[in-house]
């Protein structure tokens, strides 16, 4: 039986990345925001305020946790291309979930969202071989080096927005 928490399995990291990988995880990246706009798109603010699951996160909590994740995301990267290994900000998302600006609509979000990947996809398509080995540190899980992240980033992006589509498909809208 499926998980619902994760519709497209767990993330497996790729031990040897290649050109390829990479060039997936970039697509992955600028496609996110017209699949994260179709995903939502036509749901009344009742429907964005359900739970993807029991205990889950609601769609409009998934929308903006995208934003506010992958504007780290595109920090963490400019961090580690000017830096040597900086450590980078860890937070406590399910504690941001809960913040008051959680019930705004999702429309600055989805915007934040598409501008923070215009800039990042610009960012990836010109980074060199040499650049995707540069690294930060993480608090909590230790040095990443930005071929992990790519890969990481691109699962969580399609991770959260097939939440949204699963629960969709679930309830028939």
């Keep these: 039986m499926e998980d619902i928490r994760y519709p497209i ?16 995880w970039i697509q992955d990246i600028v496609e996110a925001p017209s699949k994260l706009n179709h995903a939502v798109e036509g749901l009344s603010g009742e429907q964005l305020d359900i739970p993807y699951r029991d205990g889950g996160w609601t769609i409009r909590q998934i929308v903006h946790h ?7 995301v595109y920090a ?3 961090s580690a291309l000017t830096e040597d290994n900086p450590q980078i ?11 008051p600006d959680v019930h705004v609509p ?3 979000s989805l915007q934040l969202f598409t501008l923070i990947h215009e800039r990042w996809s610009i960012l990836l398509k010109n980074m060199s071989d040499k650049d995707f080995t540069r690294t930060f540190v993480h608090p909590v899980s230790g040095v990443w080096d ?5 890969g990481v ?3 969580h992006n399609r991770h ?8 969709r498909e679930r309830m028939g809208w």
Excluded: P
């Design 160 to 167: 959260h927005i097939a939440q949204i589509i699963n629960l």
């Design 9 to 24: 399995g767990k993330f497996v990291f790729v031990e040897n990345v290649t050109e390829l990988d990479r060039g997936k």
């Design 76 to 78: 963490r990267f400019k």
């Design 66 to 72: 995208l934003a506010e994740n992958d504007m780290l």
């Design 106 to 108: 999702i429309a600055s």
């Design 153 to 155: 980033y691109s699962w």
């Design 89 to 99: 900000m860890a937070v406590k998302e399910n504690l941001w979930a809960e913040l």
């Design 146 to 150: 930005l071929n992990k992240a790519l």
